[in-house]
């Protein structure tokens, strides 16, 4: 019997770690440096500790199954905490969804609400979070990449997307802050996002795990957005949160998904089916989570210090919100991450790995990304590492 595989596998990349993993193989720092890791989005702050304590007093509830749907209070903490940070009223019944984690929820939507009947597109931006693409191409649809640059803003030009695109387009993934840039989607964009998804019968999928590291305005949500056009149902508007970045509990995986109330009904259906409710002590320390803002606000000011430093030793302006530089390299960032490693046991991303060659260029080539995620003292060594390869760089040629 032959051993049959579901033939879009083929069509997945090596995820950008383990390119990272093969560049860096047999490379060996100098002895005595300490190695500094900002390759990873992985916060290092320490969690608030009232989560672990609420995990510990309902530890008896993980001898009893959670439904997909989860919580009612968890449920109705979260509508009050959209409220309060973006302003807009949900129905915690229909329009809210607690997830395992952003990252298996954007993968898992995909797979619910694309038909690959109509040989479908899925738009995102480039560079981007590769869930975005390996979702779509498991879901049976083709990934359009929309090139961030310079010139852009580091941002997708969405109003140079063709009209013939946006008809094949059966979801778009946003990402704003965006990872890997951290610029920010403004509100008319988002509008006009909207009122092309009604026209054109597509979904908008809103990442915007990063919104609660900012640095100076607060980032809008699609919500604000779709409310303030007064749709207030949020007709094709779903967005995606996570407690990871705004908590600092990567491996808590909780989040949760907001919008549409009929989009959400069917992604509930699919999610009973596949298996991936958030334990019952999960949901209660999630809760006290988005109901505190104390620590949101001490680690917001935690990574504005640790950027501001580095911006200043490496002469470059922060972004508007995250936790990441997308530094422009004077060689190719590939041979300046292999060499920031070798030589200075700092490791970093090229930010090739993190996009796709569309339109006849790859907008990640001369970039790295650094994730600040490290205690400042550390930062600081960190950047001065970078900035000392940088000044042994060779002059380039004149022009």
């Known amino acids: 019997m032959k051993f049959l595989i579901n033939p879009q596998l083929a069509q997945l990349q090596p995820y950008p770690f383990e390119k990272l993993s093969q560049l860096k193989a047999g490379l060996v720092p100098p002895a005595g440096t300490s190695p500094i890791v900002l390759s990873i989005g992985e916060p290092q ?27 009612p209070a968890l449920r109705e903490g979260i509508a009050l905490w959209l409220a309060r940070r973006f302003g807009v009223k949900v129905d915690p019944e229909h329009q809210v969804l607690p997830v395992a984690g952003t990252r298996e929820a954007l993968f898992s939507f995909a797979q619910a609400m694309v038909d690959a009947r109509e040989a479908p597109l899925v738009l995102m931006p480039n ?17 359009y990449y929309l090139n961030a640059t310079e010139d852009t803003g580091f941002l997708p030009d969405f109003e140079a997307v063709p009209e013939a695109v946006w008809r094949k387009c059966q ?61 207030t149902a949020f007709s094709r508007c779903v ?21 549409d109330a009929e989009v959400l009904k069917r992604y509930a259906l699919y999610r009973t089916y596949h298996g991936c409710a958030l334990p019952l002590p999960t949901q209660y ?33 922060p972004p508007p919100a995250g936790f990441y530089f997308w530094f422009k390299t004077p060689i190719d960032e590939v041979e300046f991450t292999r060499r920031l490693f070798a030589d200075y046991n700092v490791t970093v991303l090229p930010g090739s790995f993190l996009a796709r ?18 205690p400042l003292e550390v930062c600081l060594e960190a950047a001065s590492r970078i900035a000392e390869l940088i000044q042994s760089l060779p002059e380039p040629p004149c022009p």
């Open 239 to 259: 967005v995606f949160h996570s407690l990871s970045k705004r908590s600092s509990v990567p491996g808590l995986r909780s989040g949760f998904v907001a919008g």
């Open 285 to 317: 320390a999630s809760l006290a989570a988005w109901s505190d803002e104390a620590h949101v606000e001490a680690s917001r000011s935690s990574y504005r210090a640790r950027l501001a430093a580095a911006a200043q030793i490496l002469g470059v302006e």
């Open 45 to 71: 702050e320490d969690p608030p500790p009232f989560i672990a304590q609420v995990l510990a007093e309902h530890g008896k509830l993980f001898g009893k199954y959670p439904t997909t749907k989860g919580l």
């Open 127 to 143: 560079p981007f979070y590769q869930i975005y693409e390996g979702a779509a191409l498991l879901a049976g649809a083709r990934p």
């Open 357 to 374: 060659t569309a339109c006849g260029i790859n907008p990640g080539q001369g970039y790295v990304r650094i994730a600040w995620v490290q």
């Open 171 to 231: 979801l778009l993934y946003l990402c704003s802050p965006a990872n890997p840039t951290g610029q920010v989607v403004g509100l008319e964009t988002l509008k006009s996002l909207i009122d092309k998804a009604h026209r054109f019968d597509f979904l908008l999928a809103a990442d915007e795990c990063y919104s609660e590291l900012y640095f100076k305005e607060p980032p809008p949500s699609l919500l604000q957005a779709a409310a303030a056009m007064g749709n």
